[in-house]
């Protein structure tokens, strides 16, 4: 066993909405990779939650079959032993029955037992289900609970929920997941700031011209119609995940990676963003829906004929220039787009560095390219650092553009974890560098509020994009009206 496979103490994990598609389709199979890796000890109790009856037989088979379909194929031998964990427990958070003997079944481990809630439901529930923890008893201080977004959708909402689950648990037992800070590239991107004395040097407005993250889906509603159509993109993508990333490229050198350390840094990102609202918005940012047109080959229908209404104004594209203003980042603009039904899936970061201040190489070769750090989060993880180097061989000095290319697979062939195999043992483990405080996730969306305001006032439809391109022709005169282009040689 090696020392990144120490297991941690027995606990109990319970995962509230363990019947639902996030449960069997990534936690468990999350916590099935990390029973294999040795970090769960046979101890160890995983209980699945939801309303309808169902034996602790029947449960095991749903989790059986999930795995199955989770491409663990050559872990198949160990599913018998994981599924030994797994039990199932009827309860309604509408209803009192049956929390008191889920508690005293709880409390029958020894005292100091860690205790996880996941909270894997409609986020309407969150706040009877911790009220019915704290009627059992079962909010004291080894108790943790975990929420995922959307944690609100507008600040008022935000407000209202960490209300009500601050009310029954401390800050310090509450983890908001964000599932793109648990991606080995988003962790990278620590390792890589502040384990190498390479770039910090260099990460502000005097080296780097600007940033871009983008986050580009190739799905499409993908039977969401209830949730997707009440948020958009906005709400949906970058409020968190691409605002997350923005902090990581943007945030000051934490003094430890403890998380309030690197959390502190984070929120004065979010609180230096300049305000985009009714007087830049129409300037700053690009909403648009997609109409039908191609995924992976195959012709697929747009999106209010995927919603079957015709009214929807509902944004699934959006772009945006961001400005942080603070002494590091002043003028420099993040650029950031994401969207459904685009031409590629693929999320990356990329740093783009200035221009050289003088050429000795009078046109040989081409234009000089300013070299670009490109980070990508998936597919094909990896970090490529692009550069001008001369072209071997006769014919004067060429210059040509070529990257320095770490593939994670290539370097270091093994599966590449899934996010939340690494969040749900930092939960168990109680640490929460990799969660977002309650500060973060409003300052969010005070940054985000003004411009849903402006969008609203504006009573404009989004625009149209064929479905598999690139998004609206909006988004390229975005970027280009300030003279750059998007990155696209990374794919
Ligand atoms: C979720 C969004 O948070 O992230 C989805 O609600 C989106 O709309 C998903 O598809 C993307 O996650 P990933 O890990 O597949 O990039």
Redesign the pocket.
């Known amino acids: 066993m090696t020392s990144h496979t120490v297991p941690v103490d027995p606990f109990d994990l319970v995962i509230f909405g363990g019947t639902g598609d996030l449960a069997l389709r990534k936690l468990l199979p999350a916590l099935f990779r990390r029973f294999c890796d040795g970090q769960i000890p046979a101890g160890a109790r995983i209980l699945g939650v939801a309303r309808d009856e169902r034996s602790d037989a029947a449960y095991r088979e749903l989790v059986s079959d999930a795995l199955a379909r989770a491409s663990v194929d050559t872990l198949k031998p160990r599913v018998a032993e994981f599924l030994e964990l797994i039990g199932y427990r009827t309860l309604d958070a509408s209803r009192g029955e049956g929390w008191d003997a889920f508690a005293a079944e709880l409390a029958a481990a020894d005292a100091t037992r860690v205790r996880v809630f996941y909270l894997s439901t409609s986020p309407s529930l969150f706040v009877d289900i911790c009220e019915r923890l704290r009627a059992a008893g079962l909010n004291d201080t080894r108790s943790r609970v975990v929420i ?3 944690i609100g959708r507008d600040l008022p909402s935000a407000r209202a929920i960490n209300d009500a689950v601050g009310h029954v648990f401390e800050e310090g037992q509450i983890f908001r997941i ?3 800070l648990g ?1 080995e590239t988003v962790q990278n991107l620590l390792a890589l700031r502040f384990a190498n004395a390479l770039f910090e040097p260099l990460w502000n407005s005097a080296h780097i011209d600007h940033v871009q993250i983008t ?1 580009a ?1 190739t ?1 499409g509603l ?1 039977k ?1 119609a209830s ?2 159509d009440g ?1 958009g ?1 906005l709400r ?2 970058v409020q ?2 691409l605002l997350q990333l923005l902090c990581m490229v943007a945030m000051e050198p934490p003094a430890t990676l403890q998380a309030d350390a690197v959390r502190d840094e984070k929120l004065k990102v979010l609180r230096a963003l300049k305000p985009v609202d009714a007087a830049n918005a129409n300037a700053s940012t690009v909403r648009g829906q997609y109409r039908a047109g191609a995924a992976n080959g195959q012709a697929v229908a747009g999106y209010l004929d995927e919603l079957g209404r015709n009214d929807s104004r509902t944004e699934t594209f959006v772009a945006l220039k961001a400005e942080v203003g603070n002494w590091r980042w002043g003028g420099v603009p993040f650029y950031l787009r994401t969207g ?1 039904r685009l031409a590629e ?1 693929v ?1 990356e970061i990329v740093v783009s560095f200035r221009q050289v201040p003088h050429s000795i190489f009078n046109g040989a070769g081409g234009p000089i390219a300013p070299n670009k750090l490109v980070l990508r ?2 597919p094909d993880e990896g970090v490529k650092l692009w550069l001008m180097i001369k072209e071997p061989g006769p014919g004067g000095l060429r210059l040509k553009r070529v990257a320095l290319d770490m593939s994670f697979a290539e370097e270091f062939g093994v599966h590449q974890p899934e ?1 939340y195999e690494r969040l749900l043992m930092d939960v168990v483990r109680g640490n929460a560098t990799l969660f977002m405080r309650r500060d973060e996730v409003e300052a969010a969306w005070t940054w985000i509020d003004p411009i849903l305001a402006a969008w609203a006032a504006g009573n404009e439809a989004p625009k149209a994009y064929t479905a598999g391109s690139w998004g609206p022709s909006a988004a390229v005169a975005l970027i280009e009206r300030d003279g750059r282009t998007w990155h696209e040689d990374a794919h």
């Open positions: 995922e977004k959307p964000d599932h793109y991606k986050v889906e799905v993908e969401r949730y997707y948020a993109a949906d993508m968190n995940h459904k899936r999320s989060l998936q996010a």
